[in-house]
């Protein structure tokens, strides 16, 4: 009677309990993870929370806005950032233009963005220091509510104050939150009875949709605003919970009365069209028509959200009041505890989940657990397998006084050591083609026969080892046998035919699971390893192939070519086409995925000799050693969204340079050690981001594959470099482009090559120096010696380098080097030149300009001038043949030609008229000249044999002659072929024809 009341009553409460966690959608859709105070936040009160544009999670606290990453946080505030004028962060908002607003408890809002800060306070316009809200509209205002006012910044940066406030109650009003409807309207709650207000055509207007609440509850107040999928409005009534609004009219009343009376502080819509209610007793949400809630009694790290944030990847935050910051993820597992441990799941053909636990069996039916016979027949009996037979009968096997158990459509049968079994401690069960039952125990084997027969088998008929494992039947109903220590047993027509232990390559004697895949491989789960047999030979795999663990509970396949795997690390998955590529010597290692409570696994392990299942739907059922996970390959989507990677800061010889991604940044001498700090922001797993390094310049390949965030370099040369960083989420998804970072080391002088070669010279010069200086303390007499007759050689030289300086002044250096390579012999030096200008210029009045003149001043005035045309003429290309009293005489086009010679000479003579024009600004002795030039055949040569002359003949140097003697003072006279060759630049004046001796009448030209 005692016993019949304690079944019942169990079977009662693993009803209520089991029936209580499949009703909960909402806690086990999500995995939590809680940051607080303890964990690097500066305080558990978050004020507020958002996630910005460049991937980073901000909050705001009482001590500063904090930047997280998923790993580390970071305080801004004024005292850890210079540039920065609030101590707190109570409201944090990112416009449209990516700035970031930060309004603090009592020192207005700061504005960040596009390389400024601008602060905004009482000074400049705001109506309170203490900020409330901050919301941005439709044409890019920011609206932003305070103690006693709201204001909006437009986008040229001014503070205005809206109309409409001041007609409808007092100005300086108290603002509890701010909203942005899908319309682009503004709507204002403040904290005075009923003091809704929405902004439209320039002006706030009251609402009046509520009116009707007070009736219910006489004053009250809007504490948040929100709308649904359908654009209804819904408002958080202070401490009474929220109403529907459509239309103007009160709907979703079933829905609002399972929010209890509460004071709401946010209302969000997610991107799955879930209603988020955050209130100070927990959390409500509203997910397809029903609503479900999360409080403190049930994980939540707080009862009182100020505020909430959905992140890109989905991860839904909660800014709490007292218990910090708190991150629900959709997780891959749902994870079902259970008061025992789970050793076998088994779906029957009725759809039924029969759950093996430590204290009994378990069934549930459309996830409800229900009451059954063979429940209540195993109540607190350790179950350690259950199995489908062939026929759909159920088999179960205990580790007790009950054997082995097989239910079947008229009953339940049993097999202890009375009806002949070799042992009642029973760890596993299956049936052959023929019929027969396998019973595998801790003492040997038993067959139960079709006719009922029972025939048992331990190591006196040739089993390796009597504690058995796990059996298989296989493709050709051949029972494959696994021990504990002794490795396998193959039994045929009921004897021993084969057995496989370590000597013959099997990877460990504990042999686990047993199963054939589709092309007749067996794989063995052993204690030391996975071992593939294809009927001739093994191979192993363990963690030095990547498995990341040697020891492998069970192999499991689903329908998206992924096999499973359980171990003492967990559960983890690798894709089949992966594991075939290692295999076939395609992939260097195999690299599972283990899951973690971020993925749902809410757990403390599988245990060693569970039995996990897919059911007929696809889904997974894994034992654990607290209960069970189910995955569904359906809901468990993989991240895609790819971490944003940045590169943090530089820290060079201990000092800190914050950087910018795609920064360029220029060290000094002396850089011992560099140490790069970046990150991948994603949160979903933030501590299973993975990174690949690389610095160009000294890395020639990215770094392995690596969790930390820190990277360090040490007596790095000068040079250029290149860091790159690459991240990949935790689904192993790895970013397109890399964070990249360049800087430049400045070498020291000693690091630049041409320092070296200097000092190497430098040496090379002492040493040559030294044994200079001893040959000439040992061979002094005979420098003496050559010193005199060097001293003669140079006196020599010196008189040479003077002779040829003297001659070259006097003869073109062309003819000049002539001269001298004929040793100033006999022979003559004469050419004639097809093509010259000749150009003649004469001092108008020179003897009477004179005449009251020393001879020095004579002297040095036409050495002044003169001494300009000569350098004029050396600029120009023109050869000075010689003076003759007050004429100048030149020629361009020898000794060596020149094209364009009478351009040329043109030139010049207008320059002679500038160096004039420059000498008579200072000169003592002013003078005029004339000039005339033509162009022609000469005869050039060397006159005299003891002072030379360099001279030209010819009619072209006497018509030159002529052209100076008739052009009127202060102009050029040219001859027609002058003009001819240089008309396309130079404009002349047609004069009258001149009779010139030996030619006649001859047309000149005036410049």
């Known amino acids: 009677m005692i016993s019949k009341r304690f079944f019942t009553l169990f079977t009662a409460f693993q009803l209520s309990v089991f029936s209580f966690i499949f009703s909960q959608n909402f806690p086990t859709d999500y995995v939590s993870h809680i940051w607080t105070a303890a964990d690097g936040l500066p305080g558990n009160t978050i004020t507020d929370i958002i996630q910005t544009r460049d991937g980073y999670v901000y909050l705001g606290t009482y001590d500063g806005l904090v930047r997280f990453d998923g790993i580390d946080f970071s305080i801004i505030n004024r005292n850890t950032v210079d540039e920065m004028s609030f101590s707190s962060a109570r409201v944090v908002f990112e416009d449209s233009k990516c700035n970031l607003w930060v309004g603090s408890n009592d020192e207005g809002v700061t504005r960040i963005g596009g390389g400024t800060i601008d602060s905004y306070t009482v000074k400049n316009g705001m109506p309170n220091n203490s900020i409330r809200d901050i919301v941005e509209d439709k044409l890019g205002n920011i609206w932003i509510g305070t103690a006693a006012g709201i204001v909006y910044i437009d986008t040229e940066g001014n503070v205005r104050t809206p109309e409409g406030l001041d007609n409808i109650e007092r100005e300086h009003v108290l603002v509890v939150c701010l909203y942005c409807d899908t319309a682009g309207r503004i709507w204002l709650s403040t904290s005075r009875h009923g003091g809704i207000y929405f902004y439209s055509e320039g002006s706030f207007h009251r609402y009046e949709g509520l009116d009707f609440l007070e009736k219910q509850y006489g004053d009250f107040t809007v504490s948040a605003i929100g709308q649904d999928d359908a654009g209804n409005f819904i408002f958080g009534i202070s401490?009474?919970?929220?109403?529907?609004?459509?239309?103007?009219?009160?709907?979703?009343?079933?829905?609002?009365?399972?929010?209890?009376?509460?004071?709401?502080?946010?209302?969000?819509?997610?991107?799955?069209?879930?209603?988020?209610?955050?209130?100070?007793?927990?959390?409500?949400?509203?997910?397809?028509?029903?609503?479900?809630?999360?409080?403190?009694?049930?994980?939540?790290?707080?009862?009182?959200?100020?505020?909430?944030?959905?992140?890109?990847?989905?991860?839904?935050?909660?800014?709490?009041?007292?218990?910090?910051?708190?991150?629900?993820?959709?997780?891959?597992?749902?994870?079902?505890?259970?008061?025992?441990?789970?050793?076998?799941?088994?779906?029957?053909?009725?759809?039924?989940?029969?759950?093996?636990?430590?204290?009994?069996?378990?069934?549930?039916?459309?996830?409800?657990?229900?009451?059954?016979?063979?429940?209540?027949?195993?109540?607190?009996?350790?179950?350690?397998?259950?199995?489908?037979?062939?026929?759909?009968?159920?088999?179960?096997?205990?580790?007790?006084?009950?054997?082995?158990?097989?239910?079947?459509?008229?009953?339940?049968?049993?097999?202890?050591?009375?009806?002949?079994?070799?042992?009642?401690?029973?760890?596993?069960?299956?049936?052959?083609?023929?019929?027969?039952?396998?019973?595998?125990?801790?003492?040997?084997?038993?067959?139960?026969?079709?006719?009922?027969?029972?025939?048992?088998?331990?190591?006196?008929?040739?089993?390796?080892?009597?504690?058995?494992?796990?059996?298989?039947?296989?493709?050709?109903?051949?029972?494959?046998?696994?021990?504990?220590?002794?490795?396998?047993?193959?039994?045929?027509?009921?004897?021993?035919?084969?057995?496989?232990?370590?000597?013959?390559?099997?990877?460990?004697?504990?042999?686990?699971?047993?199963?054939?895949?589709?092309?007749?491989?067996?794989?063995?789960?052993?204690?030391?390893?996975?071992?593939?047999?294809?009927?001739?030979?093994?191979?192993?795999?363990?963690?030095?192939?990547?498995?990341?663990?040697?020891?492998?509970?069970?192999?499991?396949?689903?329908?998206?070519?992924?096999?499973?795997m359980t171990s003492n690390r967990g559960i983890s998955a690798i894709s089949k086409a992966d594991f075939e590529k290692y295999i076939a010597g395609d992939k260097k290692a195999l690299d599972p995925k283990f899951f973690t409570k971020n993925d749902g696994l809410k757990t403390g392990g599988v245990t060693s000799t569970s039995l996990s299942m897919r059911d007929t739907l696809g889904r997974l059922y894994f034992t654990l050693i607290d209960g069970f996970a189910i995955y569904d390959p359906i809901k468990a989507t993989s991240n895609k969204i790819l971490p944003n990677i940045h590169i943090e800061h530089l820290n060079v010889n201990g000092k800190k340079i914050n950087v910018n991604d795609n920064d360029s940044v220029v060290l000094q001498p002396g850089v011992k050690r560099i140490d790069i700090t970046y990150t991948g922001l994603s949160f979903v797993s933030s501590e299973l981001v993975r990174f690949k390094t690389m610095l160009e310049g000294f890395d020639k390949d990215y770094s392995d594959i690596t969790?930390?965030?820190?990277?360090?370099?040490?007596?790095?040369?000068?040079?250029?470099?290149?860091?790159?960083?690459?991240?990949?989420?935790?689904?192993?998804?790895?970013?397109?482009?890399?964070?990249?970072?360049?800087?430049?080391?400045?070498?020291?002088?000693?690091?630049?090559?041409?320092?070296?070669?200097?000092?190497?010279?430098?040496?090379?010069?002492?040493?040559?120096?030294?044994?200079?200086?001893?040959?000439?303390?040992?061979?002094?007499?005979?420098?003496?010696?050559?010193?005199?007759?060097?001293?003669?050689?140079?006196?020599?030289?010196?008189?040479?380098?003077?002779?040829?300086?003297?001659?070259?002044?006097?003869?073109?250096?062309?003819?000049?080097?002539?001269?001298?390579?004929?040793?100033?012999?006999?022979?003559?030096?004469?050419?004639?030149?097809?093509?010259?200008?000749?150009?003649?210029?004469?001092?108008?009045?020179?003897?009477?300009?004179?005449?009251?003149?020393?001879?020095?001043?004579?002297?040095?005035?036409?050495?002044?001038?003169?001494?300009?045309?000569?350098?004029?003429?050396?600029?120009?290309?023109?050869?000075?043949?010689?003076?003759?009293?007050?004429?100048?005489?030149?020629?361009?086009?020898?000794?060596?030609?020149?094209?364009?010679?009478?351009?040329?000479?043109?030139?010049?003579?207008?320059?002679?008229?500038?160096?004039?024009?420059?000498?008579?600004?200072?000169?003592?002795?002013?003078?005029?000249?004339?000039?005339?030039?033509?162009?022609?055949?000469?005869?050039?040569?060397?006159i005299g044999k003891t002072k030379f002359i360099y001279d030209l003949w010819g009619d072209t140097v006497n018509v030159a002659s002529r052209m100076e003697s008739i052009c009127t003072p202060g102009h050029i006279m040219v001859t027609e072929a002058v003009r001819n060759k240089t008309m396309a630049h130079v404009t002349f004046d047609v004069v009258n024809e001149y009779e010139v001796k030996g030619k006649g009448k001859m047309k000149a030209f005036t410049l």
């Not at 990847?313 to 007292?322: L, P």
């Not at 296989?474 to 000597?503: A, M, P």
């Not at 092309?519 to 030095?544: L, Q």
Request: charged residues 25%.
């Open 239 to 564: 401490q009474r919970g929220v109403v529907f609004i459509r239309n103007g009219v009160q709907f979703n009343n079933v829905l609002s009365s399972q929010i209890p009376d509460c004071l709401v502080n946010e209302i969000y819509l997610d991107r799955s069209s879930n209603l988020w209610f955050l209130s100070d007793k927990g959390v409500y949400l509203m997910r397809n028509g029903k609503v479900s809630k999360y409080t403190a009694d049930m994980g939540l790290t707080d009862n009182t959200i100020n505020h909430i944030l959905e992140d890109r990847e989905g991860n839904i935050w909660f800014a709490t009041d007292r218990g910090g910051v708190e991150k629900l993820s959709l997780g891959k597992f749902n994870t079902y505890k259970t008061p025992s441990g789970v050793n076998a799941i088994c779906q029957d053909l009725d759809g039924n989940v029969w759950v093996g636990t430590d204290n009994g069996l378990l069934c549930y039916r459309d996830e409800e657990l229900v009451d059954d016979q063979l429940s209540r027949m195993t109540n607190g009996i350790r179950i350690r397998h259950i199995a489908l037979a062939r026929n759909g009968d159920l088999l179960v096997s205990a580790y007790s006084k009950l054997g082995q158990l097989r239910k079947t459509k008229s009953g339940i049968r049993s097999w202890t050591m009375k009806d002949g079994l070799i042992g009642d401690k029973i760890r596993t069960c299956i049936d052959d083609k023929d019929g027969k039952l396998w019973i595998g125990s801790t003492t040997g084997l038993s067959c139960v026969c079709p006719d009922g027969q029972i025939k048992t088998f331990n190591s006196d008929q040739g089993l390796c080892n009597d504690y058995i494992m796990c059996l298989f039947v296989d493709s050709e109903n051949r029972l494959w046998i696994g021990t504990d220590g002794g490795g396998i047993d193959v039994l045929e027509n009921d004897k021993v035919v084969r057995t496989f232990n370590t000597q013959s390559g099997l990877s460990g004697n504990v042999v686990f699971k047993i199963s054939q895949d589709e092309k007749g491989i067996f794989w063995f789960c052993t204690g030391t390893g996975i071992s593939r047999f294809d009927g001739t030979s093994f191979r192993n795999f363990n963690a030095s192939d990547g498995l990341g663990v040697d020891t492998i509970f069970q192999m499991m396949g689903d329908y998206t070519e992924t096999i499973w």
């Open 707 to 942: 969790s930390i965030r820190t990277v360090s370099y040490t007596n790095l040369k000068p040079g250029n470099y290149r860091f790159l960083v690459k991240a990949a989420n935790s689904d192993g998804l790895w970013s397109d482009v890399p964070a990249v970072v360049s800087f430049r080391i400045k070498p020291y002088i000693y690091q630049v090559p041409l320092f070296w070669v200097v000092v190497a010279l430098s040496v090379i010069g002492t040493v040559v120096s030294f044994i200079k200086a001893r040959e000439k303390a040992m061979m002094v007499r005979q420098l003496q010696l050559e010193t005199m007759v060097n001293m003669k050689t140079v006196d020599l030289q010196i008189e040479k380098d003077n002779s040829d300086r003297l001659l070259k002044n006097i003869l073109p250096d062309p003819i000049a080097e002539r001269l001298k390579e004929n040793q100033f012999g006999d022979q003559t030096i004469a050419d004639t030149f097809d093509d010259v200008s000749v150009l003649f210029a004469d001092i108008v009045g020179f003897t009477k300009t004179t005449a009251s003149h020393s001879a020095d001043e004579i002297v040095m005035a036409l050495n002044d001038l003169f001494s300009r045309f000569d350098a004029r003429a050396k600029n120009m290309g023109v050869e000075k043949i010689k003076t003759i009293g007050d004429c100048y005489m030149a020629v361009c086009g020898l000794p060596e030609r020149c094209e364009g010679n009478a351009q040329v000479m043109v030139d010049f003579a207008r320059g002679m008229y500038t160096d004039l024009y420059e000498y008579n600004k200072t000169a003592k002795i002013p003078f005029e000249i004339r000039v005339g030039i033509n162009c022609g055949p000469v005869v050039a040569g060397v």
